[in-house]
């Protein structure tokens, strides 16, 4: 079971909403937080960056953040963490085993890859770096 303190998510906001806007379309069936309530979630965020009310098809309930600003973002995290106290969760809990890889990286895709884990290294790369550096 995967879990994630709302308060303290120890990730970079853009990180923390993307992960739950894609936990509240994700349809998966074990996850404290109910299908209502992610559906709400994803809905109120949605509202904030466009006109009309959000897709029922599952295909287009994607956030695209490129384009906004961080007080769009800190709003969001402050809907998607007031939603959830007042649902009385304080830590996000569900299950979901690792998908398989179904495509590959394009070759041009790889230098920003690569970036991307030097700025965001996993937990276990990090621990690595520091029983190193003892």
Request: glycine share 2%.
């Amino acid at each position: 079971m995967q879990t994630l303190d709302i308060d303290r998510p120890e990730m970079p906001e853009l990180q923390f909403v993307l992960l739950v806007t894609a936990l509240c379309t994700s349809g998966l069936v074990r996850c404290n937080v109910t299908e209502q309530l992610r559906n709400e979630i994803f809905d109120r965020c949605w509202i904030l960056i466009h006109e009309g009310s959000a897709p029922d098809t599952v295909e287009e309930r994607v956030l695209d953040l490129r384009s906004w600003t961080e007080v769009t973002l800190d709003a969001m995290g402050e809907i998607i963490r007031s939603m959830l106290r007042d649902a009385g969760i304080r830590t996000l809990a569900w299950e979901h085993a690792p998908s398989v890889t179904i495509r590959t990286s394009t070759p041009a895709s790889l230098p920003l890859i690569e970036r991307f884990q030097q700025l965001y290294p996993t937990p276990s790369e990090l621990a690595n770096k520091r029983s190193m550096t003892l």
